[in-house]
């Protein structure tokens, strides 16, 4: 057993003596007052009588010593905490032996299985020598035999070479032969080759002369529909017969172009007085105000500039309302969308031509 369940069975004991004396000592302070609250009662009662008050007073008084001796009872003694401790060491004790008997029996139980184990590997080792002798002899009637098919053959393969001698001198002979043979034949038949593929050729060149003739025929077709569908594409007038829609367009053309030159104006009067207050005003230059002024006056003017720039493209949209080409993207020379133009003034390119720049 180890020592910590021996500190906790001793400190669950103390905690059991000192229950006990709790409830001897509760039930000790239980009983005192009603020893207390019964005298007056009486007394009470019989207030002329005070002999026999004095009887009953002396008659309980003995109740108070049984009390202790049930605390007493209760309470572990010294001689009774030693019992407890040699029960327990007497526990530990047995419970170490029983760990000791099973830790021998794994033990012996080991030493078994390792026995078993080395028996197993020797009576394998015992049938693995027979089986290589075995195999040994096997081998060595094996080679002997090997050894007279090897001399057997070694004499037909004699023989055998002397008949493929003699068949390979007909051979070479009859060879000779086709080679001469087959050379007339070659010529021939090269002389006959040139002359078709030179029949060939010429009727090759003179297809693709006629092929090539008529793919350019086809060129020269498909760019001639191609620029004629550019050129109607270049003139073509996308919303001409919306005259809604085109009036629309010119409003919001000459709104955002009153706008824009109230903007152009509001911004020039803004540098202007910031030129005046320059002029006007000494400024810190260690704060770095007046370079701060300076760049917020030219970023003033380069935005009139922008702007001015816009007006100029809101005139040339007005001017495509006017002969009914707005609307047409400048690259693709397809119509742009509606909404794009609503929402973007002015506007001369397609969403997909103004992605690809």
């Known amino acids: 057993m180890s020592t910590s369940t021996k500190t906790t069975k001793k400190a669950s004991t103390k905690a059991v003596g000192k229950k006990n004396a709790a409830k001897a000592s509760s039930k000790k302070g239980a009983k005192k007052p009603a ?6 009662k009486k007394v009470a009662s019989s207030p002329a009588k005070k002999t026999p008050a004095k009887k009953t007073l002396a008659k309980k008084k003995p109740t108070r010593a049984p009390a202790k001796k049930v605390a007493a009872k209760k ?21 170490a032996k029983k760990e000791r008997d099973a830790k021998a029996k794994v033990a012996a139980a080991k030493a078994q299985a390792r026995q078993k184990s080395l028996d197993a590997a020797k009576a394998k080792k015992d049938r693995d020598l027979k089986v290589r002798a075995a195999a040994k002899e096997k081998a060595a009637v094996a080679k002997a035999r090997a050894l007279s098919a090897a001399k057997a053959k070694k004499e037909r393969d004699a023989k055998a070479k002397v008949a493929a001698k003699e068949r390979e001198v007909a051979r070479k002979a009859r060879d000779r032969a086709a080679v001469e043979a087959k050379k007339q034949r070659e010529i021939e038949a090269k002389r006959k080759a040139i002359e078709a593929e030179k029949l060939r050729k010429l009727r090759e060149i003179e297809r693709r002369d006629a092929e090539e003739r008529k793919r350019q025929e086809r060129r020269e077709a498909e760019e001639k529909k191609r620029l004629e ?6 003139h073509s007038k996308p919303y001409a017969n ?4 085109l009036d629309e367009l010119r409003t919001l053309l000459v709104e955002t172009r009153d706008a824009t030159s109230r903007q152009i104006v509001t911004s020039e009067a803004e ?25 917020q006056r030219d970023q003033l003017k380069d935005f009139a500039t922008a702007l001015r720039l816009k007006v100029d493209e809101i005139d040339v949209a007005l001017a495509r309302l006017d002969d009914g080409s707005y609307g047409r993207c400048d690259e693709c020379y397809e119509p742009i969308s509606q909404p794009r133009l609503r929402a973007q003034l002015p506007v001369f390119t397609c969403v997909s031509c103004r992605a690809s720049v």
């Open 35 to 40: 020893v207390r609250s019964s005298a007056p």
């Open 75 to 95: 309470a572990p003694t010294a001689a009774q905490k030693a019992v407890a401790a040699k029960k327990l060491k007497a526990q530990a004790l047995a419970h």
């Open 229 to 234: 569908a550019l050129e109607r594409k270049m």
């Open 242 to 245: 919306d005259a809604a829609f």
């Open 271 to 295: 540098a202007s007085e910031m030129l005046v207050d320059r002029e006007r005003l000494e400024y810190d230059d260690e704060d770095g105000s007046s370079v701060a002024s300076d760049i």
